[in-house]
């Protein structure tokens, strides 16, 4: 592995309820799971060490 690149998961919770109506409301859950991979790069890997002496700089996609 290089110490650029990070492999990693989200996990999305959530929970929604309706207003009610007539004494009855909906409610509903929601769960998932995402991968996702992001790449750093420094600014002298990207060209811009001269105009950002300090920072980082990533790249990230979630599948």
């Given at each position: 592995?290089?110490?650029?690149?990070?492999?990693?998961?989200?996990?999305?919770?959530?929970?929604?309820?309706?207003?009610?109506?007539?004494?009855?409301?909906?409610?509903?859950?929601t769960y998932g799971v995402q991968?996702?991979?992001?790449?750093?790069?420094?600014?002298?890997?990207a060209e811009l060490g001269d105009?950002?002496?300090?920072?980082?700089?990533?790249?990230?996609?979630?599948?």
């Amino acid at each position: 592995m290089n110490d650029s690149f990070v492999l990693g998961a989200i996990v999305n919770l959530g929970f929604t309820k309706s207003a009610e109506n007539s004494g009855q409301s909906t409610k509903s859950t929601t769960y998932g799971v995402q991968a996702f991979s992001r790449y750093y790069l420094s600014p002298e890997d990207a060209e811009l060490g001269d105009e950002v002496p300090t920072g980082q700089f990533f790249m990230e996609t979630n599948a």
